[in-house]
């Protein structure tokens, strides 16, 4: 038991240098320039624990398909949203006609009726092209308890915009997706925003919690094992 509890220990401190050094790369990723967008022949090697939440600039054009929304109970990782609404997602074709999936923003809690998203969506739809900046993401699979998409309200509850595609007739589209920071329609919504990655660091009170137990059954053992030896008469 005092083995099994000073590698749980010994695991956390170890999981506690791994994430400085994830807040730190992604520190420096969020406060760097935006850079192009890689070209189509390298998107099959990004990875998220490489490229995720890099910054980009790229010209493209909302494609006129239908848009998909995923609801949301709030973000970890947008401090000016803290309440429920949906994301909207809607494709965008690149100049050379590779198709990117984009996070246009935040739509309130209050504006859920299909027919206020849709027209909330269509103002970003000219048919010319707009230079979009934002933050390589990569899709999230569903869980077992996460519900299932609702096809007639064009809903999902993971981002996933890869299903997204398929569902809607998008066609094949870039293995990530772009969280849009700008730019910000004129009527604020959808609301794209920058982002801020805030990841919770616990691990040190959890390797305390550890090493604390182990030594407390050291403690325990010793008095039990006092405790059993003969007393002389």
Not at 29 to 38: C, K, Q, T, Y
Not at 64 to 82: H, K, N, T
Not at 123 to 144: C, D, E, H, S
């Amino acid at each position: 038991m005092v083995a099994l509890l000073l590698g749980l220990g010994v695991w956390q401190l170890q999981r506690r240098a791994e994430k400085h050094a994830l807040i730190a790369a992604l520190d420096e990723r969020l406060a760097a320039a935006p850079g192009p967008l890689p070209p189509s022949s390298q998107w099959r090697t990004l990875t998220p624990h490489h490229d995720e939440f890099r910054r980009v600039t790229f010209v493209a054009t909302y494609e006129q398909r239908l848009d998909a929304m995923v609801y949301s109970s709030g973000s970890a990782v947008r401090p000016d949203i803290s309440g429920p609404g949906t994301w909207a997602y809607l494709p965008a074709r690149l100049p050379s006609g590779e198709i990117v999936a984009v996070n246009a923003g935040f739509v309130p809690n209050m504006m859920q009726d299909r027919g206020t998203q849709d027209r909330a969506v269509a103002q970003l739809i000219t048919n010319k092209p707009v230079t979009l900046t934002g933050y390589i993401r990569f899709p999230v699979a569903a869980g077992v308890l996460t519900p299932n998409e609702e096809h007639a309200k064009r809903l999902w509850f993971t981002r996933d915009h890869i299903a997204m595609a398929h569902a809607l007739g998008w066609g094949e589209v870039a293995p990530f997706y772009i969280d849009l920071e700008t730019p910000v329609p004129q009527t604020g919504v959808p609301s794209p925003g920058p982002l801020s990655v805030n990841l919770k660091d616990d691990h040190m009170q959890y390797a305390i919690t550890w090493f604390g137990l182990a030594i407390a059954v050291v403690i325990a053992f010793a008095v039990w094992a006092r405790g059993r030896r003969p007393t002389q008469s």
